[in-house]
């Protein structure tokens, strides 16, 4: 039995999906714990290019079972047209092989039209949110107002909810925003339309998780985005509202008492961002777009450009600790093919002092990238699988990184593709 968490080291992007797809094989069990429809892997196998944004990475995986878990909030349409399409391209999904906690969190339709609405009253200041309801329904799961996945089971309950939730929404809606009323039928109608395919997916996923840990089986659980961006320990209030750390794990899968032993820290070769918020180093030059278009870095869920970056050993080096990382993945090397020399953050450097650990969110606008340059290597390094194999500079960028975040670096990525895969 082997219990081991997939996580992001960084803002998100890290490319966590494609090592859930490289890694599930060996793992009976994945869970998605948190988040939900808000960002999206890529997976890229012998069945085509799937972008992901709820259905959980092991899902191509003919033997794995894969649990959307307690700490997952989930926009039933959205879902629907996931399955769906994935169904469409050949992948084979029924309650065989994937299961919805009944303590997930329902996202209406209004905490989608809430998102927008409050980016539109924040204008300027607004946060640069995905638009998917996503703190509209954590907020509302805190303030103990919203449905759960178990509830499209129980319609009496179910109807009981709702309408204490619209009510209290167009309350709500009507002074903040000044938007029409939410229509508690059409509502209605939208959980039976929905909810009526998911409903065999529904369970306790605390006891199919205590099965398996009973006969022995391994689970891999599944994080979206990254440290940075967690509610309590990110870069607030720039964070996602939920809580993407390794730790968070077992809390959001169903099973609280599972103890994870490995967790796989994934972080990318260079620096990317999606919203607002800080981002020292920040690349608005030819350089950067240089980055950004080798490395295809446009938002999977929205298709933003990314904000990109040179790797940033401070903000990392935190994201490692954070997640309690044994092993690191580093992913897109091949992307800074496209460089002559990589320029590394090492430090910061705030009111004229070096600093290397991680600070505290506002000292973050101050700080200023102090870097060490690394020579490039500036050639094709995608059809090589062994380390060895790597043009020296690329080893010793790869080994710096190991030395400068404390942290083996097990697996490095050259390519999109499930086998474009180096493993140390
Ligand atoms: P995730 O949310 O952490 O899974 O990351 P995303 O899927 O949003 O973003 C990662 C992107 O990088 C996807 O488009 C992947 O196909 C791609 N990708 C992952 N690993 C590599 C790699 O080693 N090289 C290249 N060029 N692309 C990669």
Redesign the pocket.
């Known amino acids: 039995m082997s219990i081991t968490a997939i996580v992001?080291i960084n803002w998100?992007?890290?490319?966590?999906?494609?090592m859930v797809d490289y890694l599930a094989d060996h793992y009976d069990v994945v869970v998605r714990y948190q988040g939900g429809n808000n960002?999206?892997?890529?997976?890229?196998n012998d069945l085509g290019t799937f972008k992901l944004n709820l259905l959980p990475s092991g899902i191509f995986r003919p033997q794995t079972l894969n649990l959307l878990g307690v700490g997952v909030v989930i926009d039933l349409e959205h879902l629907c047209g996931e399955i769906k399409r994935a169904q469409d391209a050949g992948v084979s999904i029924s309650p065989q092989n994937l299961r919805i906690s009944d303590r997930a969190m329902i996202c209406m339709p209004f905490h989608r039209w809430q998102d927008r609405w409050e980016e539109e009253r924040l204008g300027a200041a607004k946060f640069g949110s995905t638009m998917r309801g996503i703190s509209p329904v954590y907020g509302d799961k805190a303030m103990k107002k919203s449905l759960q996945m178990g509830d499209l089971l129980y319609p009496a309950s179910r109807d009981t909810h709702l309408e204490r939730l619209v009510d209290w929404k167009n309350a709500l809606i009507r002074s903040a925003y000044h938007c029409d009323p939410i229509d508690l039928d059409e509502m209605k109608q939208w959980l039976d339309t929905y909810g009526d395919i998911l409903k065999p997916y529904i369970c306790d996923t605390g006891e199919v998780l205590a099965q398996a840990i009973a006969a022995n089986k391994s689970i891999l659980f599944e994080a979206?985005l990254g440290a940075l961006r967690d509610l309590d320990y990110g870069i607030y209030p720039y964070t996602s509202s939920s809580s993407p750390l390794a730790a968070y794990a077992p809390m959001g899968s169903g099973l609280p008492s599972i103890k994870v032993e490995n967790v796989v820290g994934?972080v990318k070769a260079y620096s990317t961002c999606v919203g607002e918020g800080p981002f020292v180093g920040e690349l608005d030059d030819t350089q950067g777009e240089r980055i950004r278009q080798a490395?295809?870095e446009y938002?999977?869920a929205t298709g933003r450009p990314r904000r990109v970056a040179y790797m940033d050993v401070v903000a990392t080096r935190h994201g490692v600790a954070l997640q309690g990382a044994t092993e690191l993945a580093l992913?897109?090397?091949?992307?800074l093919s496209c460089l002559e020399e990589i320029p590394v953050c090492r430090a910061y450097r705030i009111d004229g002092q070096e600093v290397e650990r991680f600070p505290y969110t506002p000292l973050l606008d101050q700080a200023e990238p102090v870097y060490d340059v690394l020579p490039g290597w500036h050639c094709d390094i995608s059809n090589v699988r062994q380390f060895s194999e790597l043009p020296k500079a690329a080893q010793d960028y790869v080994l710096y990184l190991e030395k400068a975040l404390a942290c083996p670096i097990r697996y490095v990525?050259?390519?999109?593709a499930r086998e474009?895969?180096i493993v140390r």
């Open positions: 992001g998100g992007d890290e490319g966590k999906g494609r960002a999206g892997h890529t997976v890229v979206q994934v490395g295809g938002g999977a992913t897109k090397l091949d992307v990525s050259v390519g999109p474009e895969i």
